[in-house]
């Protein structure tokens, strides 16, 4: 079960409105990028929050993937988001996909800044990333 | 949309084998844990996938959480699974929630081994966790 979890926190999103708001819109374009990238969705979920006195509320776009999954959660109010895309390598390396996938996601709500972060996971040695191995 | 991102890479897990086989059975299982830690499940998935070559198939549960979401996905053939507990902290400071929910499903899955990770993630300077922020 090794494999490679991406994230990314992005601020300053200049996108459609859509994009932040309409759950079903941002998971049929999460379905078409998982597609386009070369991985394979095996299950969806597409939340909508209601309003806040803070503002409109956001979103959450989840899809399960033959790979592992994708999350996508919106701030609206604050025109943000939060991405997650996470791809075992069981059978093969999925790691170029993964990479494509997020690119595709950070283009799709045009960000000001990108936060970044790469986590390979299920390595039984310590990966160098900061990963601490323990009992339990 | 500040939070706290855990994960765990479980190598060895000892615990009955439903909890590595049956999606349904899990995914009551961290509705149940969702409910203790005192976080708001807002959405649920369970899926299962097809036995291979290599042994059973294992299965993905994810929970959307008001606080943001909890993703599993196991690995019988290979006695692993890996954990994802993210909070957001919009309106109050999740974490110590999502220490107990990620704490909780360790001991469901007994594992020999923990490979542990802490993201802080949404902060707009540099959290000193290796993440790096950027232009997109």
């Known amino acids: 079960m090794q494999g490679l979890h991406l994230t990314a926190d992005l601020h300053g999103c200049r996108c459609a409105p859509r994009w932040l708001l309409d759950a079903d819109a941002l998971g ?5 990028a998982v597609r386009a990238a070369g991985l394979q969705a095996v299950g969806r979920l597409f ?15 989840t899809v399960l993937l033959a790979e592992s999954h994708l999350c996508i959660h919106t701030w609206p109010e604050q025109a943000a988001v939060t991405l997650d895309v ?8 999925h790691s170029s996909q993964a990479r ?3 690119d595709a996601l950070l283009a799709l709500f045009e960000p000001a800044t990108v936060q970044r972060h790469a986590l390979h996971r299920g390595w039984v040695a310590d990966d160098g990333d900061g990963a601490r191995i323990s009992a339990p």
């Open 28 to 32: 049929e374009a999460c379905l078409d």
């Open 47 to 61: 939340h909508s929050f209601p309003a806040t006195a803070h503002g409109p509320g956001g979103v959450t776009a």
């Open 86 to 93: 996470y791809v075992c390598n069981f059978g093969a390396d």
């Open 100 to 102: 494509t996938l997020l």
